[in-house]
C-alpha cells in the first residue's frame, strides 16, 4: 500500500497546487511536506528490505511492484525531490516577482506532477508503462525548463523535449520488439522479473535488437553522446532546483531502465554486448571531459559532468562483473546525491551574483561564505577528490576493471576522469578564491536555501566515509538485481 | 486481405516521405491525418483476420486521437502557422533529402530482417518493417526540417511507424497501456504545440532550427 501512497501524494499536492489561494506559500509548504513524506516512506521501505523480498501492492503486483535496484532508485529520487522542494521556496520566491502568485502556483503544480513520474518508473513492473512513465517525465518537465521564458530557457526546452521524444520513439520500437520475443518465446506478464527468467527462451537477435534501441532511446535521456545535445542546456537554463532534479535523478531514471536491461542479456551472447556498453560509455566519458575544459557558465560546467559520470556508469556495467556492478550502483548513489547539491551551490551563487558566467564570480567565499564553501566542496566531491564518495565509486569500478584485465578502457577512462577533474577544479577555484571583481549590493542567501545546502551536505560529507548498514545492505541488493 | 494490408503498408511510407518532403505547412498536417487513418485501417484489418476486439479498439483509438483530436488541437493552437504562405525550411534541398530517405528505408529492411525469420505471421513481415520505416524516416524529418510544427510531425510520424509495427507484433498488449500510450501521444502534441506557441511569441519565429544561443564560444 505504501507505493500507492508514495504515488498518491504528490498527485494531491499537485491538486492543491491549483486551487486559487491569494498567496502561493500554501502550495510551496504542501509541496515540502508532502516531499517529506515521500522521502520518509521510501527510507522505511529501502531500508526494511531483504533478499528475495518483494515490496508489491496486493492484486495488482503484475503493475507495481519492487527490487533492490528500484528501491534504490526510489530513494534517490524522493531525497532529490525533497530537498529540491525545500530550495525552491527560497529560489522562486527571490526570482518570481511578487505580484506573480499564479506562476509560482503553476511551478508547483509542475514540479509535483515531474515529481510523481519521476517516482513512477522505478515502481511501475510493466514495461510498457515504465516507458510511459519515462516519456512522462520528460513531458511534464518541458515547461520548467523554459519556465524563465526568456528565448534561452525555450530554446533549451525545444531541444529537450524534441531529441528526449525522438529517443523515446525508438525505444517503444524497442518495448515491442522485446514484447514479441517474450510472445513467441510462451508469452506471459510483460514485467522485469518474468523477462529475467523467460530470457533464455527469447531468440538472442530479440534481445540484442530490444537491447541496443533501449539503449540509443533512453541513452538520449540518460545524456550519452552523440544524442547529449540537449542535456548542457536543459540542465542550465531551468531554475536551479529543477536543474537538482534533472541533473540529478532524472538521468539517473533513465539509465536505471537501460540497466534493467542487463540480467536479460547477460546470458549467451554477452561480449557483444558488453562492448556496446563499454565503447557509449567511454565516448561519452571523452567528449565530456574535453568539453568540460572550455565551459563559460558554470550550469553548464556541472550538466557536462553528469554526462561524464553516466559514461562512467555504462562502463562500470559493461565490465559485467560483480564488482563491476557494485562499482556502477554506487556511483548511482554518490552521483545524484552530489550532483543534486551541486547544483544547489549552483543556484545560491546565481542567487548572490546574478551571473552565470564563471568569469564574472570571483572571491565568491568572501562573498558569501556559505556558498562559497559549498560550491567548494560540491565541486571537489563531484570531480572525484578523496575522501567523497564518487572517488570512492571511480576508484571501485578502476579497481574492478583492473582486476578483469580491462587495461585499455580503464586506462583511457583514468585519463578523462583526470582531464575532467582538473577542468571542474580550476573553474570552480577561480570562482570561490580570488579578489572580489564586482563587490555590488549583494543579497543575503534566503533561510530556505542555506537550510538545502546544510541538509543536503550531509550525505555528501559522510557518504564517502561511512556507510550504514541498512544502506550498505540496499546498495548490495541492488548490485544483485543486475546480474542474473 | 494480406495484399489489402500491404497496399497501406506501401501508402503509409508513402505518406512519410511526404513528411520529409513536402512543401507547405498544411499539406503536411493533412498527411498526417491520412497517415494516422492508414494505421487504423491497418489495425482494422489486422483485428478483423485475427477476430481481435482488442485490435479493433486500438483502431477507434488511433481514429479518434491521432486522426480527429491531434490535428484539431495543432489546428486551434497553431493556425497561424498553417496558414502562412511559405515553403517550410529545410537543412537540404528536397531532391537529396528524399534520396536519403529512400536509403533509409532499405536501412530499415535489413535492420528487421533476422527477426523475420522467427515470423510466421503474413502481417508481420509487412507492418514490422514499414513501421521500422516510418520510425526512421520520422526521425530524419526531425532532423532535416527546421520548423516546430514539421519536427512536431516528425516524432508523430515515428510514433505512429512505432504502433503500425505494434499492432502486429504486440498485438495482445494490455488494453490499459494501449490507452496510456494514445494519451501520451496526445500529451506530446499538447506540449509541443503550447511551446511552439510560446516560442512564436516569445522569439517571433518559430524556425527553431536557426535558434542557436546556447553553445559553447
Keep these: ?484 | 486481405m494480406t495484399q489489402f494490408n500491404a497496399l497501406m503498408g506501401g501508402l503509409f511510407i508513402l505518406t512519410a516521405f511526404g513528411i520529409v518532403g513536402l512543401r507547405q505547412i498544411l499539406g503536411s498536417l493533412r498527411l498526417f491525418v491520412a497517415q494516422s487513418l492508414l494505421l487504423a485501417a491497418s489495425a482494422f484489418i489486422l483485428g478483423a483476420t485475427h477476430a481481435s476486439v482488442h485490435l479493433f479498439v486500438v483502431a477507434g483509438i488511433v481514429l479518434v486521437v491521432k486522426a480527429f483530436f491531434i490535428p484539431w488541437l495543432l489546428y486551434r493552437v497553431l493556425s497561424h502557422e498553417l496558414h502562412a504562405k511559405r515553403e517550410i525550411e529545410q537543412a537540404l534541398d528536397v531532391t537529396t533529402s528524399l534520396l536519403l530517405a529512400a536509403g533509409l528505408t532499405v536501412i530499415a529492411y535489413f535492420l528487421v530482417n533476422p527477426l523475420l525469420i522467427a515470423a510466421s505471421d503474413p502481417f508481420i513481415r509487412i507492418n514490422l518493417p514499414v513501421g521500422m520505416a516510418g520510425v526512421l524516416l520520422g526521425a530524419y524529418a526531425v532532423a532535416v526540417r527546421r520548423e516546430a510544427l514539421p519536427q512536431l510531425l516528425g516524432i508523430l510520424t515515428m510514433e505512429n511507424g512505432a504502433f503500425f509495427a505494434g499492432i502486429s507484433i504486440a498485438s495482445d498488449l494490455p488494453l490499459l497501456t494501449e490507452l496510456a500510450a494514445a494519451f501520451d501521444v496526445l500529451i506530446i502534441a499538447v506540449v509541443v504545440g503550447l511551446l511552439t506557441r510560446r516560442i512564436h511569441k516569445q522569439v517571433g519565429t518559430t524556425l527553431v532550427g536557426v535558434m542557436a544561443r546556447l553553445k559553447e564560444e
Excluded at chain 1, 157 to 167: D, E, F, I, S
Excluded at chain 1, 325 to 345: E, P
Excluded at chain 1, 404 to 416: D, S, T
Excluded at chain 1, 428 to 435: D, E, Q
Design chain 1, 1 to 484: 500500500m505504501a507505493l500507492f501512497v508514495i504515488l498518491l501524494i504528490p498527485l494531491l499536492v499537485a491538486g492543491l497546487s491549483m486551487i486559487p489561494t491569494k498567496n502561493a506559500k500554501v502550495s510551496a509548504r504542501a509541496t515540502i511536506l508532502g516531499a517529506a513524506t515521500v522521502f520518509v516512506l521510501s527510507l522505511f521501505l529501502a531500508l526494511g528490505t531483504a533478499p528475495g523480498k518483494q515490496v508489491g501492492v496486493p492484486a495488482f503486483t503484475s503493475w507495481f511492484s519492487t527490487d533492490g535496484l528500484s528501491l534504490l532508485v526510489l530513494l534517490l529520487v524522493s531525497f532529490v525531490g525533497f530537498t529540491a522542494s525545500l530550495f525552491s521556496l527560497g529560489y522562486v520566491g527571490r526570482t518570481v516577482p511578487e505580484n506573480h502568485q499564479d506562476r509560482i502556483r503553476r511551478y508547483y503544480r509542475r514540479f509535483n506532477l515531474f515529481l510523481l513520474s519521476m517516482l513512477a518508473v522505478p515502481l511501475l513492473s510493466q514495461i510498457a508503462m515504465v516507458w510511459i512513465a519515462v516519456e512522462l517525465t520528460t513531458l511534464l518537465s518541458v515547461f520548467l525548463v523554459g519556465f524563465e521564458n526568456t528565448p534561452e530557457s525555450l530554446e533549451a526546452a525545444w531541444k529537450y523535449v524534441v531529441l528526449t521524444c525522438m529517443g523515446a520513439a525508438l525505444a517503444l520500437m524497442g518495448v515491442l520488439i522485446l514484447y514479441w520475443g517474450l510472445f513467441i518465446s510462451g508469452g506471459g506478464e510483460f514485467t522485469w522479473s518474468l523477462l529475467k527468467t523467460a530470457s533464455p527462451k527469447i531468440p538472442p537477435v530479440f534481445l540484442t535488437t530490444a537491447f541496443i534501441l533501449f539503449l540509443v532511446g533512453f541513452g538520449t535521456k540518460a545524456g550519452l553522446v552523440p544524442l547529449h545535445t540537449w542535456l548542457p542546456d536543459a540542465h542550465s537554463q531551468a531554475p536551479s532546483p529543477i536543474c537538482a532534479l534533472l541533473s540529478g535523478v532524472e538521468t539517473t531514471t533513465a539509465l536505471y531502465v537501460i540497466l534493467r536491461f542487463l540480467p536479460m542479456v547477460s546470458g549467451s551472447p554477452e561480449s557483444a554486448l558488453s562492448t556496446w556498453l563499454l565503447v557509449f560509455g567511454l565516448i561519452s566519458v571523452g567528449v565530456s571531459a574535453f568539453l568540460l575544459i572550455q565551459v563559460k557558465d558554470y550550469k553548464r560546467l556541472f550538466a557536462y559532468s553528469t554526462i561524464e559520470h553516466m559514461g562512467i556508469i555504462l562502463v562500470a556495467a559493461g565490465l559485467s562483473s560483480g564488482t563491476g556492478y557494485a562499482g556502477a550502483v554506487y556511483l548511482i548513489l554518490a552521483h545524484a546525491l552530489t550532483k543534486s547539491f551541486c547544483f544547489f551551490s549552483a543556484g545560491a551563487t546565481l542567487l548572490v551574483t546574478k551571473t552565470r558566467e564563471i568569469s564574472s564570480v570571483r572571491g565568491l567565499i568572501r562573498l558569501s561564505p556559505v556558498t562559497g564553501s559549498s560550491l567548494m566542496i560540491g565541486g571537489l566531491a563531484i570531480a572525484g577528490a578523496p575522501p567523497f564518495a564518487v572517488f570512492l565509486g571511480e576508484f571501485s569500478i578502476i579497481r574492478a576493471g583492473l582486476a578483469q584485465g580491462q587495461y585499455g578502457v580503464i586506462g583511457a577512462l583514468a585519463f578523462f576522469i583526470g582531464i575532467a577533474f582538473c577542468g571542474i577544479m580550476y573553474q570552480v577555484n577561480r570562482m570561490v578564491f580570488g579578489k572580489v571583481s564586482n563587490p555590488g549590493e549583494q543579497l543575503p542567501l534566503p533561510m530556505s536555501c542555506a537550510a538545502t545546502l546544510i541538509v543536503a551536505a550531509v550525505p555528501v560529507l559522510l557518504l564517502g566515509l561511512f556507510v550504514p548498514d541498512s544502506l550498505y545492505d540496499l546498495l548490495r541488493l541492488a548490485a544483485l538485481s543486475l546480474g542474473r
